[in-house]
Each structure stands twice: as C-alpha cells, then as structure tokens.
C-alpha cells in the first residue's frame, strides 16, 4: 500500500479532535485515577491481612452493641447514597439538572452522616486509649494498621462530599454536564465498594464475642 494511502487510512481513523478511546477525556481521567487509587487500598488491606494473620494476639475490641451496630449503619448509609448516586446520574441523564443536584445532595448528607458517625467511632477508640504505636492491648500496630486506612478512606470520603457539592452547584447552573455527573458517580461507587472491603476484614473479624 503507498505511503500516501496509508496516511489517508490513519487520517480517516483518527485526526485529531475526538476521543481515540471512545471515551470522553474526564471519565478516561478518572479511570485510570480510580485504577492507581484501587492499588493503594490493595496494598494498604494486603499489609493490613498480612500484620493480622501474623500476630496471635490480634485484639479484638469492637463490640456487637455499638461498635458493630454503627459500622452495620454507616454501611447502610454509603449503600443508600450509592443509590441517590444512581438516581442522579439518572436524572442527569434525561436532562433534569434539579433533579440531578436533588440527588447529589442526599448524596452528600450521606457522606456527611458517615464521616460524623466514623469520627464519633474514632473519638470512642482514642477515648479507650488506642493510638498509633500504642494501645490497652500491647499491639502496637493495631492504632497504625486502623487509623491508616480507615482514615485513608475516611478522606476519600470527605473529599468527595467536596467534589459532589462542586458537581451539584455546576449542575444546577448548567456549567456541568452529564459527564460531570457520570465522573463523580464512579468516584463515589469507587468509595462505597472500598468501604465493602474494610467493613469485614477490619470489624467483623475483629467482633469480640465477651
């Protein structure tokens, strides 16, 4: 095949000007940001398992009432708001902005209520005396191993309480569009399945059953 004709080939392919991925620039963004981020939780929950099964005396201090029964609750929150999520890339969908930004607040009184109950959670520990190298149990890496990724977490949260409120006040006055939703959705699910990772191996492994 000529040279020539083998430029009109790839021209006609791809010149410049719309998405070689079939995919818009901000959703390809924040895949491949969900991507090295879904890395680092693997590594923190792999360091995490591995400090566990390592040490006999791994302490076991969340109660059924109310260590568990909170967690079951904000679990139950982040499913909830995982749903207002779905809803408003829905409505986003068909074009209703309101709607859209109704949806992304419930979104965010969701992400609201889940960091007040996570911090509430976090005060109890430190209460009982739990830090990062040191607690009542002698396992110092216990106040490491938890803080760490439930705080990482904990961040991710509230950052995308920030993120979602930009999204909403965007959508409402039509300077964002249903990408916009759509990207923040992936972020938000992206959190919510991290958190059905963590809710397990680090608190109902961790029941204690006195």
Request: net charge neutral.
């Given at each position: 095949?000529?040279?020539?004709?083998?430029?009109?080939?790839?021209?006609?392919?791809?010149?410049?000007?719309?998405?070689?991925?079939?995919?818009?620039?901000?959703?390809?963004?924040?895949?491949?940001?969900?991507?090295?981020?879904?890395?680092?939780?693997?590594?923190?929950?792999?360091?995490?398992?591995?400090?566990?099964?390592?040490?006999?005396?791994?302490?076991?201090?969340?109660?059924?009432?109310?260590?568990?029964?909170?967690?079951?609750?904000?679990?139950?929150?982040?499913?909830?708001?995982?749903?207002?999520?779905?809803?408003?890339?829905?409505?986003?969908?068909?074009?209703?902005?309101?709607?859209?930004?109704?949806?992304?607040?419930?979104?965010?009184?969701?992400?609201?209520?889940?960091?007040?109950?996570?911090?509430?959670?976090?005060?109890?520990?430190?209460?009982?005396?739990?830090?990062?190298?040191?607690?009542?149990?002698?396992?110092?890496?216990?106040?490491?191993?938890?803080?760490?990724?439930?705080?990482?977490?904990?961040?991710?949260?509230?950052?995308?309480?920030?993120?979602?409120?930009?999204?909403?006040?965007?959508?409402?006055?039509?300077?964002?569009?249903?990408?916009?939703?759509?990207?923040?959705?992936?972020?938000?699910?992206?959190?919510?399945?991290?958190?059905?990772?963590?809710?397990?191996?680090?608190?109902l492994l961790s029941v204690s059953m006195?």
């Amino acid at each position: 095949m000529p040279e020539a004709k083998v430029e009109a080939v790839a021209a006609t392919v791809w010149g410049g000007g719309t998405f070689p991925f079939a995919v818009g620039h901000k959703k390809l963004g924040m895949w491949l940001f969900l991507l090295s981020d879904s890395l680092t939780f693997c590594a923190l929950l792999i360091g995490y398992s591995y400090v566990r099964v390592a040490n006999p005396n791994w302490p076991t201090p969340f109660h059924l009432w109310p260590s568990i029964a909170m967690a079951t609750l904000m679990t139950l929150i982040l499913l909830s708001s995982s749903l207002t999520m779905v809803m408003a890339v829905t409505a986003s969908q068909r074009g209703d902005r309101g709607g859209a930004a109704r949806y992304l607040l419930l979104t965010i009184l969701g992400g609201l209520a889940f960091i007040v109950l996570h911090a509430n959670e976090w005060l109890g520990l430190i209460g009982e005396g739990v830090r990062l190298w040191e607690n009542p149990w002698n396992v110092p890496l216990f106040g490491a191993t938890f803080f760490a990724l439930t705080g990482l977490h904990m961040l991710h949260v509230a950052s995308g309480v920030v993120y979602l409120g930009v999204v909403a006040a965007g959508v409402r006055r039509g300077r964002m569009g249903h990408e916009d939703v759509e990207v923040s959705g992936l972020y938000w699910h992206f959190v919510d399945l991290v958190w059905m990772f963590i809710f397990p191996m680090v608190y109902l492994l961790s029941v204690s059953m006195k």
